[in-house]
């Protein structure tokens, strides 16, 4: 008899368990998240989410960097603690120390558009040369500095420019908005980028330019630089 009740409460019970248990799985293998650009120095993943939609859990293994297209409400809930909510603004700027399993869900009525910028290197002196650009109808907003990662937004009106300077350390850029640069380089060289939002660009250490906006409306993109 008391075989009989064991089997019976373990076939009630066994579904219930292996239906609450939930694996971890990189974030490469996550299936809300792409790849959209990656090197030795970076990976970019951009997490795309429908309203009220949920990623796997997924593993974040170091510090990163992240940031929206737009204004959304996420969920970071982490088994065995409370959802940390959090609101995200438009190419505004956050980052986390990593190091932990997490799944994310959109609690807006907007798509989420969310970029998570993971630098290779995390140990380093810093970075010594400042941000300054000469620039005519332009802005450079800081962001963020830590060991081998800064960043920093940039806004170009139709017709403005970033005026002829030499990149101190690798660069990759991020379109916040379509934006129409047009790059000079030395000897009269251009090059176009007719970047749509969220396309990438990277820029090695010590190429010389300038950037003008040749299109009719602002220019908005976000600079991550490399120690």
């Known amino acids: 008899m008391r075989f009989w009740v064991f089997l019976i409460t373990t076939m009630l019970v066994c579904p219930i368990m292996v239906r609450s248990q939930t694996t971890t799985i990189s974030i490469e293998k996550e299936p809300h998240h792409s790849l959209t650009f990656e090197n030795d120095r970076v990976r970019v993943f951009h997490l795309q989410l429908e309203p009220n939609e949920a990623t796997k859990t997924h593993r974040h293994p170091s510090f990163y960097a992240y940031f929206s297209l737009g204004s959304v409400t996420i969920s970071n809930e982490v088994s065995g603690h409370a959802p940390v909510v959090t609101q ?17 869900l959109n609690k807006s009525a907007e798509r989420a558009d969310v970029f998570i910028v993971q630098p290779a290197k995390l140990a380093g002196d810093g970075f010594t040369t400042p941000v300054a ?17 800064r960043a920093y937004s940039v806004a170009i009106a139709s017709g403005g420019r970033l005026e ?15 934006s129409d640069i047009r790059e000079s380089l030395p000897g009269n060289a251009t090059a176009d ?35």
């Open 88 to 104: 995200l603004e438009p190419g505004k700027l956050r980052t986390s120390k990593g190091g932990f399993n997490v799944a994310e």
């Open 193 to 227: 980028w007719k970047m749509k939002t969220g396309e990438t660009r990277w820029i090695p250490r010590g190429t010389t330019h300038s950037e003008m906006n040749v299109g009719t409306t602002p220019a908005a993109l976000i600079v991550f630089e490399f120690d």
């Open 133 to 149: 650009i000469p620039m005519h109808d332009a802005g450079i907003v800081e962001q963020y500095t830590g060991p081998t990662i």
């Open 164 to 178: 002829e300077h030499t990149e101190a350390y690798d660069s990759l850029v991020i379109a916040l908005a379509d």
